[in-house]
């Protein structure tokens, strides 16, 4: 079964750090770009980032620029979101998705995990 | 950045219906990279129509797309009580990715 599971969410205050994970299994995950898709509460989707398949090519919508960093360990079919300076506005559910063709552009993002709720408040 | 409107924000309908939603963007969409997908409370999205035109595999054939350019319609020719949700377009063609405000179809 093609599965992708986030971990790493949780409460944080304004200013801190958290690592987001997202266990990708049952497909190849090296032949696959992937992203970050979060929805805040009460609002729409936002692409917050995405990568290719070797992990060459990365970007990120404007307001997470110099605070997010996307990675990803093909040997451990694991992709992570390091994400600094929090602020009130990235609480959300984020959802680690597979996305053929992130950069490449075309096709669509077809796999999504149930998402990791991170809540940042004082 | 390509900005996304969505028209109507608010669809009511009966089942049996046919749904027809807008997707404009901001600047043509190179390619036709555009993509739809749909959203249920408490569920992840589902891609339903990509390039445009395409259905994405197991989507049944009431789901529809079709456009150009910078206009992009979602057609549902008949609803069915699942269907009721929000439905996203999202352009594919350049960093960053966007999506529009989304649709909501609800039951009329």
């Known amino acids: 079964e093609v599965q992708l599971v986030e971990s790493g969410g949780g409460v944080v205050r304004p200013g801190g750090s958290l690592r987001l994970s997202c266990a990708a299994s049952?497909?190849?995950?090296?032949?696959?770009?992937m992203s970050w898709v979060r929805q805040a509460p009460g609002k729409g989707l936002e692409w917050v980032s995405g990568?290719?398949?070797?992990?060459?090519?990365?970007g990120y919508v404007d307001s997470v620029k110099g605070r997010f960093t996307i990675s990803r360990d093909n040997a451990k079919n694991s992709l992570y979101l390091q994400m600094n300076s929090l602020r009130a506005e990235d609480t959300a559910l984020y959802h680690c998705?597979?996305?053929?063709?992130?950069?490449?552009?075309?096709?669509?993002?077809?796999?999504w995990g149930q998402g990791t709720t991170v809540t940042v408040s004082s | 950045e390509i900005v996304l409107t969505q028209s109507p924000a608010t669809l009511s309908l009966s089942p049996g219906e046919r749904a027809t939603l807008s997707c404009r963007a901001s600047q043509s969409v190179s390619s036709n990279y555009l993509a739809w997908y749909q959203v249920k409370p408490g569920q992840a999205p589902r891609l339903l129509i990509y390039d445009a035109s395409n259905r994405a595999p197991g989507i049944p054939d009431r789901f529809s797309g079709s456009g150009s350019g910078t206009d992009f319609t979602l057609t549902i020719s008949s609803l069915e009580p699942e269907d009721f949700a929000v439905y996203y377009c999202q352009q594919r063609a350049n960093w960053p990715l966007t999506f529009g405000p989304g649709t909501k179809v609800d039951i009329k």
């Open positions: 998705v597979r996305d053929p063709g992130s950069y490449d552009g075309g096709y669509g993002m077809d796999v």
């Open positions: 049952g497909f190849t995950f090296d032949d696959y770009g």
């Open positions: 990568i290719n398949w070797n992990g060459g090519r990365t």
